[in-house]
Structures are given as structure tokens and as C-alpha cells.
């Protein structure tokens, strides 16, 4: 009987990646809610480098990073649909787009959401730019993996929730249907999607912490300046 | 006829991840040099998104940043000895350290190198803390990867010879025989592998290049300041 628990907390959308994959891939497994503000000896214990979620526990050896477990899903329980192409090439650009969603989309947006004034003006300027790059990559394709749903629309799915509770909650604009047409269709496709539409936590609770997240980082940085 | 061209700078530790990679394949190439203060058209063509070498072109199709380019060249030329294990656990584990010495271990490094006084006591400070990580990682093992040579041996090489040479142009000391003795013996053993040895760039060009590049970040940080 194999163990499999993800250690997650209820809102981190680089979690949410884990929860859609094992369940598109039919695995059973346990969760974990952390609360970051007082982690488990056990996160801990299975992320002594990070401290942050999400976790896999498969067997009793942990995994971390989510576009690691990532892969680590597709190799491990690999019977039905791959995640990731089979061709050197497709796979090699899927890990490009995963590394630029990280790195730059993600972390860009994040500075927009959790700035002010003409700091977050210039950060949201930035974060668009990285978004028209997201866009014309959806060029002449039903979903990022292509014509078919796959390990880059797990990465990028985020976009399809928590842009608008940054909205929401941090007084920026991002994602204008005239100027992001394709992403806006693609976020439909991607939330019809049954394991999608099932597994996004709740939308009331999301703006409440982010708001609560957002307030901690606008005091914390007025302390420093 | 197949077609393999690196773009690479002469002095960069991460094109030469892609120059020991290919050659340990056996892959015939060409190489284009480039120079970064005056990008060639090409460049700018393969990797509009990050204008950065290394970029890999394989029968006309480019492939850009180094991580992905050594899985693509793993999986591409896989008659030879892979560089990452057949297991998903092994493989999940390489990633992450991986992950980590791009994200963790060179950049504060980089930091430590290109600051001065109190900022750099304190670069150096946390570069020495995941440094400590790194020793760990060689606890009980020949090489990174195990007990022989992998994908982990040619993302960590870097330190072999590029630390030396941020300490020496840097002013700062990272590498104490004391508290690295497994990073200093497992330097020792990755040096003597032929193509490791053979393809270093020469020492005194590379002084010379660092120091005029931490000379350029010091004083564009003193215009800041």
C-alpha cells in the first residue's frame, strides 16, 4: 500500500499545482494543511532548505519544489496521460515556459501586488510586459501545452485565479480582455476543466487573506523605508 | 547531416556546463563566441525572451537556459552514459539541488562578489550558510551525483574553478579547506576528469574579465547610492 501526503496550505496556488496533478492522475493521497505562521516540525523536517510548501510524501521521502514534484508525478505515475510531452524538444520548451512563469511572471506580479506609488506603477508596467510574452505564447494553440491540456497549464494556471484576487485585493490591473484576448480564452478552457473547477479554494477566503498578506507587506516595508 | 551550434561567452560558467555536456556526449559542434556588450542579431533572434547565453541550436531550433539545455542534450544524445538516473526519486533529487545552486548558491555569491564593506560581510555571511548545504550534499558520496559523475557534478562545477576566481578579484574568502574538506576533495577529483581539465578557460583572461566586471558593479552601485 503505497503512502502519498502533500503538505500544503489551503491557499498557496504553487500547491494547488500538486492537488490538480494527483488528481488528474487518480492518486489517493492524504493532506496536510499547514499554517506558514507556525509550521510542523514534520514540513520542517521534510524541507529543512526551504521551510515552504508544497511537500509530497511518497513512501516516506519527500519531495520539494513544485515543478520537481511536477515531474516526479508524471515519472512515478506515468499509466495514464503524460503531463510533459515525449519529444526532447517539446519537453525542453515546456521547462523553459515553467522556468520563465516562475522566475519571472509570478515573481514580477508579486512585487506589483505587494507594492505602492510609483514603485508598484513600474512593477505592474513590468509584470505586463512578462504577460504579453504569456500571451503570444498561446498563438494558434487551444492550451499552452498545445491542442491538448498539459504540465504547462498546470504552471501557468494560477493566472486564472489569483490575478484577479491580486486585482481584488491590490488596486492593480493586469489582465484586460482587450489586450490579453487568447489568455482570457484560455482561462475558460482551463477552468471548465472538471479537476480545475473542483479544487480552486474559496474565493471570499482568498481575498480576505491576501488582503490580510498584502496589509503585512505594505507595513513591513513602510518600516524599512 | 545534423547541425549543433552553442552560442557561449568565453568566461561563462553556464555555456560551459553546455561545452562539458556535449563533449562528455561525444557531440560534434560549432561554436559561436559572443560578446554580451554588443549581442549578435542571431542572439537576439534564439532567445528574445532572455538575451542571454548559453543558447543551444540543434538543426535550426534554439534552446536557452542551461538547465534545460543539459536535460535536453541528456535526453537527445542518450547512447552514452546518462547524466541524470533512470529513477524519478533520483531524478526529482538532482533537480532540486539543481534549482537550488542556480536560485541559492551562485546567486548570493554573485552578491558577496559585487558588494563591499558591511552588505558584502553579510553576502558572504549567508553565501557561507548554503555552502554549508552543499558540503552536506557530498556527505558519504565520490561525486554530486553519487558514486560516479552526473547532471549534479556539471551544475556544481562552477565552484571548482569561479569561486577561486571571485576571491581572488572579490576580496572576500568562501572556500576554508577546514570547512569544506568534501568540497575541496570532491574539486580534486572533478578537475582530473579529461574534459573538465581540457576545456577550462584560460585563468589569467578570466582575472582579468571579472575584475574589470565587479570594477563596473561597484561604481554603477556607487551611482546609486
Request: charged residues 25%; hydrophobic residues 45%; aromatic residues 14%.
Amino acid at each position: 500500500m503505497e503512502e502519498v501526503k502533500l503538505f500544503r496550505t489551503w491557499s498557496s496556488p504553487y500547491a494547488l499545482r500538486i492537488v490538480w496533478a494527483l488528481k488528474l492522475k487518480g492518486v489517493e493521497y492524504e493532506t496536510v494543511y499547514e499554517d506558514l505562521s507556525n509550521k510542523s516540525s514534520l514540513l520542517l523536517e521534510y524541507n529543512p532548505v526551504h521551510k515552504k510548501v508544497p511537500v509530497l510524501l511518497h513512501n516516506g521521502t519527500p519531495i520539494c519544489e513544485s515543478l520537481v514534484i511536477l515531474e516526479y508525478i508524471d515519472e512515478t505515475w506515468n499509466t495514464t496521460a503524460r503531463f510533459l510531452p515525449k519529444d526532447p524538444l517539446a519537453r525542453a520548451n515546456a521547462r523553459f515556459w515553467a522556468k520563465f512563469n516562475d522566475d519571472q511572471v509570478a515573481s514580477l506580479v508579486f512585487r506589483a501586488y505587494v507594492s505602492q506609488g510609483a514603485e508598484q506603477e513600474e512593477a505592474v508596467r513590468l509584470a505586463l510586459e512578462k504577460l504579453d510574452i504569456v500571451e503570444k505564447q498561446l498563438s494558434g494553440k487551444t492550451f499552452f501545452s498545445g491542442e491538448s491540456f498539459g504540465f504547462l497549464d498546470l504552471v501557468f494556471g494560477w493566472i486564472a485565479k489569483y490575478l484577479g484576487i491580486f486585482e481584488k485585493t491590490g488596486g492593480i490591473k493586469l489582465l484586460e480582455e482587450e489586450r490579453y484576448p487568447l489568455i482570457f480564452a484560455w482561462i475558460k478552457r482551463f477552468c471548465d476543466i472538471s479537476v480545475i473547477k473542483q479544487n480552486w479554494p474559496d474565493q471570499n477566503k482568498l481575498i480576505n487573506k491576501f488582503q490580510l498578506m498584502r496589509d503585512y507587506f505594505i507595513s513591513a516595508a513602510a518600516g524599512c523605508s
